[in-house]
């Protein structure tokens, strides 16, 4: 199994930054891709950025430009940079792994407990 840690969420102020952070741990021979969702309130989750381990980046709509994704490979840690923030980015911010347990395994869904994200004057 895969255990995800978020760090980082908090409250911000409009036109603010803030980074998001998350570590993988637990057995897996390999993790792939890494990355975020969010969910904001009455609404579904929806793609934030994604960023696999050859550094192969999917951003959501629209969000490229002003979020950044970034991996450690070696410490399993995936970041994510949120510039120009508003408060149509308010929301639960989810940490997203796949992962095989063993080389032949197929791949597996894990999920963060997420961190909240306001964004508020």
């Known amino acids: 199994q895969v255990l995800l840690v978020e760090s980082g969420g908090g409250l911000v102020q409009p036109g603010g930054s803030l980074t998001l952070s998350c570590k993988a741990s637990?057995?897996?021979?390999?993790?792939?891709?890494m990355g975020w969702y969010r969910q904001a309130p009455g609404k579904e989750r929806e793609l934030v950025a994604t960023?696999?381990?050859?550094?192969?980046?999917n951003y959501g709509k629209s969000l490229q430009g002003r979020f950044a994704i970034s991996r450690d490979i070696y410490t399993n840690t995936v970041s994510l940079q949120m510039n120009t923030v508003n408060p149509e980015d308010t929301a639960v911010y989810y940490c997203?792994?796949?992962?095989?347990?063993?080389?032949?395994?197929?791949?597996?869904?894990?999920w963060g407990q997420g961190t909240q994200v306001t964004v508020s004057s």
């Open positions: 997203y792994a796949e992962f095989r347990a063993t080389y032949d395994s197929g791949t597996t869904q894990s």
């Open positions: 637990g057995n897996f021979f390999s993790i792939d891709p």
């Open positions: 960023i696999t381990a050859t550094y192969n980046t």
